[in-house]
């Protein structure tokens, strides 16, 4: 079952060139909405890391099941021996507030086409939310879209 819980999933809604709904680490991480490059909807989020480093677009999401799975459509680009990998991350979180061992899914590093990126995995007894995470690390520009999670 598919859940409309996050935070206007595709990135379509934007404010001062930050998705609503999600934290976006390290604060000086270029990114803005792209309503050219698009895998669906009217827009995609597009971030462009200079430097050889990491990044994170997070959301933290109410979720108590057992088994969580998420996805969304990536597109990479670099230029010469440069490169970018994305990839999906989840830390559960307990009624306490205590968050879990992060679980991720392998990292994708194609490029010049919108690729799929998943992620399904267990999650501990007592959950009762989830941050979610889309990691991204290298040099280079990316478009994410087409967010969505279910149980």
Do not use: H, Y
Request: proline fraction near 6%; avoid cysteine; glycine fraction near 10%.
């Amino acid at each position: 079952m598919t859940r409309d819980f996050l935070p206007q999933g595709g990135f379509e809604r934007w404010k001062a060139n930050r998705p609503e709904g999600f934290t976006v680490e390290p604060a000086s991480l270029r990114t803005a909405p792209d309503e050219k490059r698009v895998f669906e909807g009217s827009r995609s989020l597009r971030g462009v890391l200079s430097d050889k480093g990491k990044a994170s677009i997070s959301a933290r999401i109410p979720f108590s099941g057992r088994r969580i799975s998420a996805a969304l459509r990536a597109f990479l680009e670099t230029e010469g021996e440069n490169d970018l990998f994305v990839r999906l991350a989840v830390v559960p979180v307990d009624a306490a507030g205590k968050k879990g061992k992060m679980l991720s899914g392998r990292p994708l590093s194609s490029q010049g086409k919108w690729r799929p990126v998943s992620l399904s995995v267990s999650l501990p007894a007592g959950t009762k939310e989830v941050i979610l995470s889309v990691l991204v690390e290298g040099r280079g520009r990316f478009w994410l879209d087409d967010l969505s999670v279910s149980d």
